[in-house]
């Protein structure tokens, strides 16, 4: 494998519009919607936060790395996708007149947050969406790093769930609000380390024994709607790289055979 470099980091949630909010605690219960830059408003008509979510993280870790997002890599990756979109379109055709809005329904695909960053910034790079439960952010990574590893260049991953809605939520607990919160990461992996690389990629390596998810990050105890986030398996890889640990990190927890990554000094 070539020598690879994270660039660039970032997390946005609700009560949270940066990675540097995140990591001091500094909760601003203001933030709620991702403002999304990278995408115009006429664009983002009919989108779901998760759409914004995506291309707020995928903005923020591009920009933090100093990469162009015209030409930069994107891969989207969440475990269910734009499902409040699609409950949406199915509560209407069985519950509602059936007439679709094909403005609801371009957004209800799963490359949604794909397809309107790349829109939105002419970039006619290589780009995908993925979906693999709670094992998204390592299957995004692992995408990432073939890719890069392969053609060089950098690729942004950026990685999101939101709440489930109901009647989806019901499966899980009274509540959506006691259950789950919104949260979205991304990580900029190049080839070429540039001006101020965060932390060397040594190598990707399987580990035969399941690994638990840490109750906290940066210090603190994690919110339990946080953890509950398949996002949130992202935070012990943020945290190390912001720390400028040179440690093995697991990309995937409480599931068998996880991928790991060495890092190195930056």
């Known amino acids: 494998m070539r020598p690879l470099w994270i660039t660039g980091l970032s997390l946005w949630a609700p009560g949270y519009p940066s990675l540097e909010a995140f990591m001091r605690g500094a909760h601003d219960p203001s933030v709620d919607d991702a403002p999304c830059a990278w995408v115009p408003p006429r664009l983002l008509r009919g ?23 015209k030409t930069i890599a994107t891969i989207y990756t969440s475990s269910y996708g734009e499902i409040e979109t699609m409950v949406l379109l199915l509560d209407t055709i069985f519950r509602g007149d059936g007439q679709l809005s094909p403005m609801r329904f371009k957004n209800s695909v799963h490359n949604a947050g794909s397809g309107l960053g ?15 439960g709670r094992r998204s952010f390592e299957a995004g990574m692992l995408e990432a790093i073939a890719l890069v590893n392969e053609r060089g260049g950098d690729a942004v991953v ?45 190598r990707v390596v399987p580990l035969e024994e399941r690994v638990s998810l840490p109750h906290e990050a940066f210090g603190r105890v994690l919110d339990e709607r946080l953890r509950r986030n398949p996002a949130a398996h992202a935070l012990p890889l943020l945290e190390a790289v912001t720390s400028r640990a040179q440690r093995t990190v697991s ?12 890092l190195g000094p930056g």
């Open 47 to 69: 989108s779901s936060r998760l759409t914004r979510m995506f291309g707020e993280a995928a903005a923020q870790a591009v920009t933090a790395a100093g990469r162009d997002p």
């Open 118 to 132: 790349s829109i939105g910034q002419g970039n006619t790079a290589f780009s995908t969406a993925l979906a693999a």
């Open 251 to 262: 990309l995937a927890f409480d599931v068998s055979a996880p991928y790991a990554i060495e």
């Open 158 to 202: 950026s990685c999101a769930d939101d709440v489930i809605p109901a009647p989806l939520s019901m499966a899980e607990g009274p509540t959506e609000a006691e259950r789950r919160a919104g949260l979205s990461v991304g990580v900029v992996i190049s080839s070429e380390p540039g001006q101020a690389p965060l932390a060397e990629l040594a």
